[in-house]
């Protein structure tokens, strides 16, 4: 039984590392990676104070092109995955072979997680290489455990945003209309409910207060004391109430526990914090992941649910 669904994966993954689709995707992701790694050297000097390893800083960078990166390649490979073959007639020809409608799905499906764990590493490894030769800085066994850990996490991200693309395409009769709902829950996810939770809290707290003065003492006859600015305890109490409204609401993203997880992975946090104080002691990478546990949870069991949902769809519906 499992033959069929090799064969058939075996057919899809061919034809995906061949389509221009994949490697647009591939040299894109590839390219901002460089480029947004590339803009953190003009900060190494001004972040030198910082916890933060400059390996760990270029990780960060691509793990934020990663977040919106890799949910185009989970669509770009779904979206068209049945619609498509719906369109062009060729899933009535394939069903009426001596072939199981698992096998269909079930063979979409391992050549998809394949592509993507194949893009996702090889972009992902790319962007490091070149941005090490670029900053010329130096990586430890911990960064490199850090990075595979966050390379496993970027391909269970967009295999997600493949499950919900393909949970769309198994009832859509045209690629572009399932194209066009899998980039609107895109766009929602990693833009727009960002928006309605800070909407939703600056509607709850009110606007801000004041957020600083900054003071500069200067001793006559002396070479100067200076005191930084420093945020006033009130309007750190409501960034923070505002970032925990946020965060709830926000908790309905994918893309929101994704970026948890990196954040935590890379020691940077979240919130306000007191001036030069954005990056943080990186915690272990069991203790990311125990601390994060319930983030790890909900990026895993999404795409199990939607390809549970696709299933059942694919498996039902009768082909015209």
Request: hydrophobic share 45%.
């Given at each position: 039984m499992m033959s069929n669904a090799f064969s058939i994966a075996r057919k899809e993954f061919t034809d995906a590392v061949t389509s221009r689709r994949l490697w647009l995707i591939a040299g894109?992701?590839?390219?901002?990676?460089?480029?947004?790694?590339?803009?953190?050297?003009?900060?190494f000097m001004m972040?030198?104070?910082?916890?933060?390893?400059?390996?760990?800083?270029?990780?960060?960078?691509?793990?934020?092109?990663?977040?919106?990166?890799?949910?185009?390649?989970?669509?770009a490979l779904a979206f068209d995955a049945v619609s498509g073959e719906r369109e062009r007639g060729t899933l009535r020809l394939l069903l009426s072979r001596p072939i199981y409608r698992e096998d269909v799905i079930n063979g979409k499906i391992i050549s998809a997680l394949a592509v993507i764990g194949l893009t996702i590493t090889v972009s992902s490894l790319a962007s490091v290489s070149?941005?090490?030769?670029?900053?010329?800085?130096?990586?430890t066994l911990d960064d490199v455990a850090r990075i595979c850990v966050f390379i496993v996490f970027s391909i269970v991200l967009s295999f997600a945003y493949y499950?919900?693309?393909?949970?769309?395409?198994?009832?859509?009769?045209?690629?572009?209309?399932?194209?066009?709902?899998?980039?609107?829950?895109?766009?929602?996810?990693?833009f727009i409910l960002s928006i309605i939770g800070s909407l939703v809290a600056v509607a709850v707290l009110g606007p801000p207060p004041t957020r600083a003065?900054?003071?500069f003492n200067r001793t006559q006859g002396?070479?100067?004391?200076?005191?930084?600015?420093?945020?006033?305890?009130?309007?750190?109490?409501?960034?923070?109430?505002?970032?925990?409204?946020?965060?709830?609401?926000?908790?309905?993203?994918?893309?929101?526990?994704?970026?948890?997880i990196t954040n935590s992975l890379f020691g940077f946090a979240a919130g306000p914090l007191e001036l030069g104080q954005r990056a943080r002691a990186t915690a272990s990478i069991p203790t990311v992941l125990s601390t994060r546990l319930i983030d790890i949870v909900v990026l895993i069991v999404f795409p199990i649910v939607l390809l549970v949902a696709s299933y059942m769809v694919f498996t039902r519906r009768q082909e015209k």
């Open positions: 894109i992701f590839l390219l901002f990676s460089i480029a947004s790694t590339y803009s953190t050297s003009f900060g972040r030198a104070q910082q916890a933060t390893r400059p390996m760990l800083q270029i990780a960060s960078t691509i793990a934020s092109t990663t977040a919106y990166m890799a949910p185009l390649l989970g669509i070149v941005s090490i030769l670029l900053h010329n800085v130096a990586v499950a919900l693309s393909l949970f769309i395409s198994t009832f859509s009769n045209k690629s572009s209309h399932s194209l066009i709902i899998s980039i609107g829950i895109w766009i929602f996810f990693a003065i900054a003071i002396q070479s100067g004391n200076f005191t930084f600015p420093r945020e006033s305890e009130e309007y750190l109490n409501y960034m923070r109430k505002e970032a925990e409204i946020s965060s709830a609401i926000q908790t309905f993203s994918i893309n929101y526990h994704y970026t948890q």
